[in-house]
């Protein structure tokens, strides 16, 4: 089993939830470059991992897409995934104000 939360802000800036989520969870944040997503943060932990995205990515045509467009209003996306649900996660960026719970699922 695999457990996914989808969080979002429209308060925070990727670089700025990146020092608010490294200062609640003690992680260490890594930026990533990739073609298709654009710059995005990455943290990996011994349950799971948990990645910083924009929501805005440049498209094949030059125009920004939306990485997530069934959530536009977000403007930055924190994404978890962890092997089992994982409570004290969740309660702890629950806490970070401006972030909002958008999405959960477990495969």
Do not use: K, W
Request: with cysteine; proline share 7%.
């Amino acid at each position: 089993m695999t457990d996914h939360h989808t969080y979002g802000t429209s308060t925070h800036t990727a670089d700025e939830l990146v020092r608010l989520v490294s200062d609640c969870l003690g992680l260490l944040f890594t930026e990533r470059d990739s073609n298709y997503r654009g710059v995005y943060h990455l943290a990996g932990s011994p349950n799971g991992r948990i990645e910083i995205q924009p929501t805005p990515i440049l498209g094949d045509d030059g125009e920004d897409d939306l990485y997530a467009p069934e959530h536009p209003a977000a403007q930055v996306l924190l994404l978890t995934t962890t092997p089992t649900p994982h409570p004290a996660l969740q309660a702890r960026l629950g806490s970070i104000e401006g972030l909002i719970h958008l999405n959960h699922e477990t495969v």
